[in-house]
């Protein structure tokens, strides 16, 4: 980080980070992996969730020793939540705001009346706006909504050229930074690895919301496998969503049942890569795919349809494998391949991601934005 900045501020600068809920995507973990690794001797940040009580990342942040607070909105439109939310900024008076995925014109309020600098951390609602998915109105309320932030982080490249499409946002006011992992905890135990038993485990973690997540995919490519293959081995899915008893039900239609357990919401994904020799990824829209990282830091193979910011992450990996959206027979051609090595103990995953998505890199990049906008008030103030 620039020591100018640090000489120059007296204090530490005050982060207020506001997101709508503590749920189960990448949005969620990414405040997790900055809280953990941003410098608090520099930083004072207090986390207001504006919805829903705390869960497994939230209760994590408060075991750290940050403040935290949830508001209790009722819904998007609560206008109580809103001044509630203003009254705690105001109490807390932070220095800067960092928002991610908060309601419709809840960021022009903020702007307005609280007049500090607005950071957001888009994580993928610009890639389906310029895909076409949504409502045009919506999308025009998004677009007002960026007027009132100062930079927007996008988590991939993918995400930084959807922005410009779907809102015309100047490359000025828009950067990358990846999303990154504590590459520490997510380690690969090599004694859970060999006590593994023989069969062939084929892991996915996520929503299952099949219209974005090609969850669907994955009976489709257990029956090909069945098919085509004389081979022992079990889809295993970490994850829930409202689409779980069509992805069920098409699993029976296609007599595949038996090759699939459903596992819900699992709070350790870790836990749950040390138990797979695979990690697939059917994603029909991806941003990036912070699943993806964790499990080529375990290194554990991923496979994944060649699309967006799946192809940012798994391009030039020697552990990951793209193949054309759709094609079920060249994802289990990419199974197969990893199927053959997957006693080999390779580091070359974990490498690739220590060099690329390390939370590390992540929290000094947002640092460096946390300062700029210190240092623009600065040279603002001596100016005038």
């Known amino acids: ?21 503590d749920g189960i995507g990448g949005a969620e973990r990414l405040l997790t992996d900055i809280a953990a690794t941003l410098d608090r001797r520099l930083f004072d940040m207090r986390f207001y969730y504006l919805s829903g009580n705390p869960g497994h990342f939230a209760k994590n942040i408060q075991r750290m020793g940050f403040k935290t607070e949830f508001l209790k909105w009722k819904n ?19 220095h800067i705001i960092h928002d991610h995925i908060v309601p419709l014109l809840t960021r022009p309020i903020i702007k307005m009346l609280i007049r500090r600098p607005i950071l957001n951390t888009e994580h993928g609602c610009a890639l389906k706006r310029s895909l076409g998915v949504g409502e045009k109105w919506r999308k025009a309320v998004e677009w007002f909504d960026f007027l009132f932030c100062d930079y927007v982080a996008a988590n991939s490249t993918a995400s930084f050229e959807a922005l410009k499409i ?17 590459t520490i905890s997510f380690k690969q135990n090599l004694k859970k690895r060999k006590n593994k038993n023989s069969n062939l485990t084929i892991g ?36 829930d969503g409202p689409d779980r008893s069509v992805t069920e039900q098409l699993c029976k239609e296609l007599n595949v049942e038996n090759d699939f357990d459903f596992l819900g919401w699992v709070s350790d994904v870790k836990s749950f890569l040390e138990q797979i020799d695979i990690l697939i990824v059917p994603s029909k829209v991806e941003s ?8 080529l830091s375990m290194n554990v ?16 990996c020697p552990m990951g ?55 623009n008030k600065i040279t603002n103030e001596k100016s005038n």
């Open 76 to 94: 998007g439109f609560d206008v109580q939540g809103r001044f509630e939310l203003l009254k705690e900024l105001r109490k807390f008076n932070p």
């Open 321 to 375: 494998k793209l193949v054309p959206f759709g094609n079920i027979r060249k994802m289990v051609e990419a199974i197969l391949y990893f199927q053959k090595y997957r006693k080999n103990h390779d580091d070359s995953g974990r490498l690739f991601v220590q060099d690329r998505f390390s939370n590390y890199k992540m929290a000094e990049r947002y640092g460096d934005i946390y300062y700029s906008f210190i240092d």
């Open 166 to 182: 779907a809102y015309s946002l100047p490359d000025s006011k828009i950067g990358v930074i990846h999303l990154g992992i504590d």
């Open 1 to 21: 980080m620039p020591m100018q900045f640090k000489n120059a501020f007296p204090g530490k600068i005050k982060i207020a980070t506001i997101i709508w809920k």
């Open 204 to 239: 996915y973690v996520g929503r299952i919301v099949n219209k974005y997540k090609g969850v669907d995919f994955l009976p489709l490519i257990a029956r090909e496998m069945r098919d085509q293959h004389n081979l022992e081995f079990k889809f295993v899915i970490a994850g």
């Open 301 to 316: 193979p991923v496979v994944a349809f060649d699309i967006h910011g799946l192809k940012e992450i798994l391009s030039g």
């Open 288 to 295: 990036l795919g912070l699943t993806a990282i964790e499990a």
